[in-house]
């Protein structure tokens, strides 16, 4: 089945540690993006990337860092910069259809505790 | 900069009832797409309907369908024949038409959690 696998689903880290989100997709898509949801908030941009070995910086992007080094796979790192970590994460894609965007679609998300 | 507002934090529907979920947006671009997404307690993204802003019909999806007023900037969620299964989070989202930069990002409202009472 086609679609967009994160992992872990749920992750507890120190404080003082880096931890890594796995997200990969086998849709072909073009594009994946980091998002980050707290309670009562909307989804908000962390980083995000069109082509391989080329990401961009969201709206809140201190603390974390990305890499594309394959097309299916957009690793999220959340490092000991990042002050407030609890929260869940988002993966997703989307395809680029004619110089169109599309919707996105989304990955089951993982739920980051710092213990 | 893309805005969404959704106004109403929480709604509820008797099951089989009509509720209307309300969204507002501002850009000026003209070439954009609106989606309604739904997360159930899962916190899985499921897309539950989307919309062209060159499309002046509105989207219909089985029992949700919108009222999309582009004037107005308005852009508002019908669910018809409410079934248990509809209570999530439902967010309203805004996207451009065009690949690239950070104008294709999606915008997010707070959302608008919907309980249905049976």
């Known amino acids: 089945d086609g679609g967009i696998t994160q992992s872990p689903k749920y992750l507890f880290r120190k404080e003082g540690q880096n931890v890594t989100l796995s997200c990969e997709q086998n849709?072909?898509?073009?594009?994946m993006y980091w998002y980050r949801q707290d309670p009562g908030q909307g989804l908000r941009l962390i980083y995000y990337?069109?082509?391989?070995?080329?990401?961009q910086k969201g709206d809140i992007a201190e603390g974390y860092s990305v890499s594309r080094e394959k097309k299916e796979s957009f690793p999220l790192t959340v490092t000991s910069a990042q002050k407030n970590p609890t929260a869940f994460y988002l993966c997703?894609?989307?395809?680029?259809?004619?110089?169109?965007?599309?919707?996105?679609?989304f990955g089951q998300g993982t739920r980051l505790t710092v213990v | 900069a893309q805005t969404v507002t959704q106004s109403q934090p929480e709604m509820s529907v008797q099951e089989a009832e009509t509720v209307t979920l309300s969204c507002t947006y501002d850009?000026?671009?003209?070439?954009?797409?609106l989606f309604w997404y739904k997360q159930p307690p899962s916190r899985q993204m499921i897309l539950v309907i989307r919309?062209?802003?060159?499309?002046?019909q509105n989207a219909t999806e089985n029992r949700f369908s919108v009222n999309f007023q582009k004037a107005a900037k308005s852009f508002s969620l019908k669910i018809s024949d409410s079934q248990l299964g509809d209570a999530a989070m439902y967010f309203c989202?805004?996207?451009?038409?065009?690949?690239?930069?950070?104008?294709?990002?999606?915008?997010f409202g707070k959302g608008t959690k919907l309980s249905v009472k049976p």
């Open positions: 990337s069109q082509i391989v070995n080329d990401f």
């Open positions: 997703a894609s989307s395809i680029d259809l004619a110089g169109k965007n599309t919707e996105a679609f």
């Open positions: 849709l072909n898509h073009d594009a």
């Open positions: 850009t000026s671009e003209s070439d954009y797409y």
């Open positions: 989202a805004y996207r451009w038409g065009f690949y690239g930069g950070s104008q294709g990002n999606l915008i």
């Open positions: 919309q062209e802003a060159y499309k002046q």
